[in-house]
């Protein structure tokens, strides 16, 4: 599979709207959530933050594509991704860190929301609400990380292929 090809896929990935633009922010937070140790290398991390201090920036496919060869170039390898059984905690623990965006330690619905393209390909999520609301075990409308550890695990089992 040729490079544009692979950067299209992931581009469809992360293009919650389908219109053919993406915030950098949503590249961002996407690339992170897929690679757990991404900021190992400490010049991916460097470009990543300062993609993420432009977050509401739009951009078409070639922009995407320039910036996934400029990530590539400073060392950024695609993650081979995980079947849902083989998601360890540590896995769990990088994805909430990464959809906690506020950093409270809970998972409030507005984040739940702006991450749920991210919950869908990860995990299988489709209605991000309702998932939040059977998963909120103390009702307060958000969720920590032991009922967001919960969720993950629960639907690991009841589903360890994967939708995809």
Request: proline share 1%; with cysteine; net charge negative.
């Amino acid at each position: 599979m040729g490079k544009n090809q692979e950067y299209k896929m992931l581009f469809e990935k992360i293009d919650q709207e389908d219109d053919g633009e993406v915030y950098l922010k949503e590249v961002v937070m996407f690339l992170r959530a897929v690679n757990v140790d991404i900021d190992a290398n400490m010049e991916v991390k460097v470009l990543l933050d300062q993609y993420d201090n432009n977050g509401e920036d739009v951009l078409k496919f070639s922009q995407f594509c320039v910036i996934m060869e400029e990530l590539e170039a400073a060392g950024w390898k695609k993650a081979e991704e995980k079947k849902q059984e083989e998601i360890t905690e540590e896995d769990i623990r990088s994805i909430f860190n990464i959809v906690d965006m506020d950093k409270s330690g809970s998972v409030s619905k507005r984040e739940a929301c702006m991450a749920c393209k991210l919950l869908q390909k990860r995990f299988g999520i489709k209605n991000v609400g309702a998932w939040l609301r059977s998963t909120d075990t103390d009702s307060d409308g958000k969720l920590s990380f032991t009922e967001f550890t919960k969720a993950i695990m629960d639907l690991t089992k009841s589903n360890p292929e994967g939708d995809e």
